[in-house]
């Protein structure tokens, strides 16, 4: 059992020395920002994929803000992916395509299998722009956003580009908080860190670009997958394309208001984590084309989720080894190990959380720290129950649009 517990605490420890060395780079380290000035560009034709599914609270906002993007009007299509809703998100859409002829060019799915990555497939057939963006509907970018988007693709070796998600309904209550805490650790702290030290920034399929060549290089969507941009980060690197974070490229989405609807979405997000790592651990592991460094930190992003139950199961071995009087000095150490390290953060939750909000110029938000320790336990049990329902091979494999609840109520600006 000692042996056991030894495995564990070296695994948590060496989670635990990542998320330091991320956020000393974030606090002392070099910043890079290569692409954020170019401001004045011969700007390639793109297409925005705005990924519906029953979005009628939300869709609204987001189309009247892509249509006052700073973007040559002409090489900008705004393509709403409306898969088979049920409310008014299709009449609403119609209605934006009558106000605005040759803005906007719907794609309503009707059949076909369901879930994100099979649409977003479905809709890639349609156009021909060399630069593909996705955002989810309910977020609402700036009017800046998508050239910030767009400009490294003038680097030829970018396969995908990925912008700084910052919640809009902050202020709700105090999962929105605390949801607040998180995005803003691992968005300042830790996807900046990737870019600053040459590591892989992952790509995000609500608020990113893919380069529509690099996409078909490595096989185009997949539609068997619960995180279509994880899945397309790993190919993309393994495939040789680089991946881009833009920190101050800022947008704005809606955060879970509810802890039923927050333990679905992580559970959602650990499920489909998992998939990418099942399918290319062994793969980016004997990669050679992929940079030593690369690959340890890809290995390392593709195991974050697995943490939560082997750290679940560290403390339970803790427990036991105490009540059965395997009290030694080095178990002693180790329980305190396993402690500390859940005290001082996991998931980029609390260590990350300090700095991202001096980074952020709003230290006031640290008060809410001692919460996030209960986000961190409900975080952890529920990555847990995701992670063991994927052990059961009676459990369908079926892949479905598990759309995340919105509470949106009249308009809403940033």
Not at 111 to 116: D, M, Q, R
Not at 276 to 283: D, I, L, S
Request: glycine share 8%; proline share 4%; net charge neutral.
């Amino acid at each position: 059992m000692s042996a056991l517990l030894y495995i564990v605490a070296g695994i948590v420890a060496i989670y635990a020395l990542r998320h330091y060395w991320f956020t000393l780079n974030r606090l002392f380290g070099e910043q890079r920002h290569p692409y954020i000035d170019i401001t004045i560009a011969d700007w390639p034709a793109t297409t925005v994929f705005i990924a519906a599914h029953n979005e009628e609270k939300v869709i609204t906002h987001i189309l009247e803000a892509l249509l006052e993007v700073d973007y040559p009007a002409d090489k900008l299509t705004i393509m709403p992916v409306n898969d088979r809703s049920k409310d008014r998100t299709r009449e609403i859409i119609d209605q934006f395509v009558a106000r605005y002829p040759g803005r906007i060019k719907p794609f309503h799915r009707t059949e076909g299998k369901p879930g994100k990555a099979a649409a977003l497939m479905d809709a890639t057939k349609l156009v021909s722009t060399p630069i593909i963006l996705v955002f989810d509907a309910d977020y609402i970018p700036g009017q800046g956003l998508i050239k910030q988007l767009v400009a490294p693709f003038f680097d030829a070796e970018v396969g995908a580009v990925m912008g700084r998600v910052v919640p809009l309904n902050v202020g709700t209550n105090l999962l929105t908080r605390l949801l607040d805490l998180e995005r803003s650790a691992g968005y300042q702290v830790d996807q900046q860190a990737r870019m600053n030290l040459g590591l892989v920034p992952q790509y995000g399929g609500t608020v990113g670009g893919v380069r529509r060549s690099a996409l078909e290089a490595v096989g185009g969507w997949r539609d068997d997958t619960l995180a279509e941009d994880t899945d397309v980060t790993y190919r993309l690197l393994l495939g040789g394309w680089k991946m881009v974070y833009q920190n101050r490229s800022e947008c704005y989405e809606e955060v879970p208001e509810t802890w039923a609807m927050r333990v679905r979405q992580i559970m959602r997000w650990a499920k489909g984590h998992n998939q990418a790592m099942a399918r290319y651990t062994w793969a980016l592991f004997c990669n050679r084309q992929v940079s030593v460094a690369e690959r340890l930190d890809g290995l390392a992003l593709l195991g974050i989720y697995v943490i939560a139950p082997i750290l679940l199961a560290g403390w339970i071995l803790a427990i036991i080894a105490f009540y059965i009087g395997d009290v030694s000095l080095s178990g002693i150490m180790i329980m305190l190990s396993l402690a500390a390290y859940s005290t001082m953060g996991n998931f980029a939750a609390f260590f990350e959380i300090a700095a991202a909000t001096r980074l952020d110029g709003s230290r006031n938000r640290i008060l809410l720290l001692p919460f996030a320790m209960f986000a961190f336990l409900v975080s952890l049990i529920s990555v847990s129950r995701a992670t063991f329902s994927q052990l059961n091979p009676f459990k369908s494999g079926t892949v479905v649009w598990d759309k995340t609840e919105r509470f949106r109520t009249g308009p809403t600006a940033p």
